[in-house]
């Protein structure tokens, strides 16, 4: 049966949730487990002509965010940030351009969600006006309406990065269906969409997996793909442990077997061999703020290189990209 459902994907057959359920349930290290992560490096490399991308976020900002996931770092009460710190445009426009010139696909404008939207357009157009005219500029902020979205494709922004979480409006203070009107509102102004199943922790059920997984294929997006959560020293969060490199590489390969080859990116994060040999064709980089890190500015802490991305990438045979996304110019 099991052999059924892998043909069924790789013959671009969407999966039923009972489908997909079996195949999250399948034995970590078994013969069938090592069958779902070869037929998803195949598909994953089907999708994207066998290339992969390596995306770079650029965060502004560090606040005591009133959203409260708490899973994050900036969660007002994780008490991990308790002032509020912002990069300068001139930080953020340096930060940028050096990712360009380290060889990203894309460039992510990062924020928390309560930063002022109307600033943080303001930023992204003189990033967006240093950057080379192809780059790909993606915006990682709060919810948006409509209006606002349109003012994201004006700032240059060619698709946003968001997420329907593990655990929303248990975990979080936002609801579901806050998370899918902004998918909405970016679709119908023609900002692409890329998302992902996540922050992956312990305490998740295989139907919870199935449920954001069919969450994110119904979406329509340009990638989707899985990612852990990353405890944050401290906090209630914590005491579930963190879900190893291993078992992820099973997660975002049964992701990939349930999206289409219409879906070209199969993401994780954090970078790791494992992950990428398993299937996932994009990582990130990361500079400023992280929301995984306890760090004010993360790189050479959590937050990887563009270099050292792209070296765990040809670490697991994958061809790296050279110029702008495929996956958000397509």
């Not at 312990?202 to 997996?209: A, K, Q, R």
Request: proline share 4%; hydrophobic share 40%.
């Amino acid at each position: 049966m099991l052999r059924d459902i892998i043909t069924k994907s790789l013959d671009g057959s969407p999966l039923s949730e009972e489908e997909i359920l079996l195949l999250f349930r399948v034995p970590l290290f078994s013969e069938e487990s090592a069958i779902i992560i070869s037929a998803s490096r195949k598909k994953s490399e089907s999708s994207s002509n066998g290339f992969a991308e390596v995306h770079a976020q650029v965060g502004l900002n560090i606040a005591p965010c009133p959203k409260n996931c708490a899973f994050c770092s900036f969660a007002a009460k994780n008490k991990v940030f308790k002032d509020r710190i912002e990069i300068s445009v001139d930080e953020a426009i340096q930060k940028a351009r050096q990712f360009e010139a380290d060889g990203a696909n894309a460039v992510f404008v990062m924020s928390t969600a309560d930063y002022p939207f109307e600033k943080f357009v303001e930023i992204s157009r003189e990033i967006k006006k240093s950057l080379l005219p192809e780059t790909i500029l993606v915006a990682n902020v709060g919810d948006f309406t409509k209006e606002q979205a349109k003012k994201l494709k004006e700032a240059g922004f060619s698709g946003i990065y968001h997420a329907v979480r593990l655990g929303e409006g248990r975990d979080t203070n936002i609801q579901v269906e806050t998370r899918l009107a902004t998918f909405r509102n970016a679709r119908e102004v023609g900002l692409s969409l890329g998302t992902c199943v996540e922050p992956v922790g312990n305490e998740h059920s295989v139907d919870e997996l199935v449920e954001k997984t069919i969450i994110t294929r119904d979406a329509k997006p340009v990638y989707s793909g899985s990612a852990r959560r990353i405890p944050i020293p401290n906090t209630k969060m914590s005491e579930y442990g963190i879900v190893s490199e291993s078992r992820m590489a099973h997660i975002l390969a049964v992701v990939r077997l349930a999206l289409g080859y219409d879906i070209m990116g199969n993401c994780t994060h954090e970078p790791n061999v494992i992950g990428a040999a398993a299937g996932a064709n994009l990582l990130w980089a990361e500079a400023g703020s992280n929301p995984r890190d306890i760090e004010k500015e993360t790189e050479g802490k959590r937050g990887m290189t563009v270099k050292d991305c792209i070296r765990v990438l040809q670490e697991a045979e994958w061809k790296v990209l050279q110029g702008p996304s495929r996956f958000y110019g397509t």
